[in-house]
Structure formats: C-alpha cells, structure tokens
C-alpha cells in the first residue's frame, strides 16, 4: 500500500517548498509509517530538496510530485497534501501547486522508485480525480478519492 489514511493531509497551510517537505516528511515520520526510527524529517527534507534542485517535480495541472531516495528505507513510501493556498513551485506549466504526492524510496530502489512514481502520476493526471480531490472536505475524503476506482492494494 503506498499511501495509507494516515499519511494524508487536507488543507495544509504552506509557504515554501521547504515547508512543504517539513510537514509531508513529518506525516511520514510522526505516523511511524516508515516503519524505522532512522529516517529523520531532516534527511527527507534534504533529499526531497536536493532533488528538486535537478529540476522542478511541479508536472503541472496544479500537481507535484516531490520525489527522493533514501538509506534507511525498505520500499517505497508516500504521502499526499492538498494545499490550503496554492504554492508557487516553478511547475512545468508555471501555474501554482495544490495536489502534492511525495514519494520515498530505498536508495537501491531503481524500478519499484518509477513504477510508485507512474502510478500516482497516472492517477493524478486524471482532470476527474483531481477535481475530486480539490472538493473532497477531510483528509478521509481525500484518500477515499485517491483510491476509488483504483486497486486499493497498489495505491
């Protein structure tokens, strides 16, 4: 399962991207999802960072992907924000930010990292699942629209 209800936010108030990362990473880290103690909210935030610096994860339509590979994880982990304000993020299609998948994966991961990735870009670049998601009115909700139509086992 690569998002669970418990690593979904609605409405989260950001700033920056780097404040995006603090809280995204601070669901995973708070929820114990990732399943360690030796993954830190700082390692994600650095990783998620350094990556966006090889170039923007806004793959536009209001939509990121924020993405890092990290030591200490055993598979690929995610969380989901809709943003209460949309944030400037130097999308593709340079318009601001308000669905944001961030996705976790071992260092070594290599496919399981893209297949993660193209599951929840191909789930997203649906206009109907982001419009759900834009209206949906608890984190609950979110997460239920995330899933529906899709094997909730994979996703």
Do not use: W
Not at 49 to 75: F, K, N, Q, W, Y
Not at 82 to 108: M, N
């Amino acid at each position: 399962q690569l998002i669970k209800p418990n690593c979904v936010a609605a409405d989260l108030r950001v700033s920056s991207k780097k404040q995006l990362f603090q809280d995204m990473a601070r669901l995973l880290v708070d929820t114990k999802t990732l399943g360690t103690d030796a993954v830190a909210v700082r390692d994600i935030v650095s990783a998620a960072m350094e990556r966006e610096r090889l170039g923007s994860t806004g793959v536009g339509s209001g939509v990121a992907l924020p993405h890092a590979r990290i030591d200490g994880v055993d598979r690929v982990y995610a969380a989901f924000a809709r943003l209460e304000t949309p944030l400037d993020y130097d999308s593709i299609d340079e318009r601001p930010v308000d669905l944001v998948a961030l996705l976790i994966a071992p260092s070594d991961a290599g496919g399981e990292h893209l297949r993660a990735l193209a599951q929840i870009s191909r789930r997203l670049r649906r206009e109907d699942v982001r419009s759900r998601l834009r209206v949906a009115p608890t984190a609950e909700s979110l997460y239920v629209s995330l899933i529906e139509d899709v094997d909730a086992a994979s996703l």
